[in-house]
């Protein structure tokens, strides 16, 4: 079975906030997603980011793996050039069934699209 890269991701706080911005925001069971299109063929950008709202370090942690892990699952294999997206983490991620947070990723890149 091959490797499942995960997708080049956004480390600096400027880069959320340009997304925050200018990015369409989808909201799913489990996660919001910022979904902003390029333009151009650069590769597939992420971000994942969990507030305090969502409890403790560990309970943050636990849910920004759960949603990274799901997006990688969902992403791979996909032609997404040019697409920058930003998982944001709900209360609710780290309790939804892994299988509901995968499915929500896939509808809110259906809807992105159009």
């Given at each position: 079975?091959?490797?499942?890269?995960?997708?080049?991701?956004?480390?600096?706080?400027?880069?959320?906030?340009?997304?925050?911005?200018?990015?369409?925001?989808?909201?799913?069971?489990?996660?919001?997603?910022?979904?902003?299109?390029?333009?151009?063929?650069?590769?597939?950008r992420?971000?994942?980011?969990?507030?305090?709202?969502?409890?403790?370090?560990?309970?943050?942690?636990?849910?920004?793996?759960?949603?990274k892990?799901?997006?990688?699952?969902?992403?791979?294999?996909?032609?997404?050039?040019?697409?920058?997206?930003?998982?944001?983490?709900?209360?609710?991620?780290?309790?939804?069934?892994?299988?509901?947070?995968?499915?929500?990723?896939?509808?809110?890149?259906?809807?992105?699209?159009?």
């Amino acid at each position: 079975m091959p490797a499942l890269s995960p997708p080049e991701t956004f480390k600096r706080r400027a880069e959320f906030l340009r997304m925050a911005s200018r990015g369409r925001k989808i909201a799913k069971p489990g996660f919001v997603m910022q979904f902003c299109t390029t333009g151009g063929q650069a590769p597939l950008r992420t971000g994942y980011t969990a507030t305090k709202k969502i409890g403790n370090a560990v309970a943050r942690n636990r849910a920004r793996r759960r949603l990274k892990e799901a997006a990688r699952l969902t992403l791979a294999g996909r032609d997404l050039s040019g697409v920058e997206l930003v998982l944001i983490c709900r209360q609710e991620t780290g309790r939804l069934p892994f299988e509901k947070l995968c499915a929500g990723i896939e509808l809110a890149l259906a809807e992105g699209r159009k």
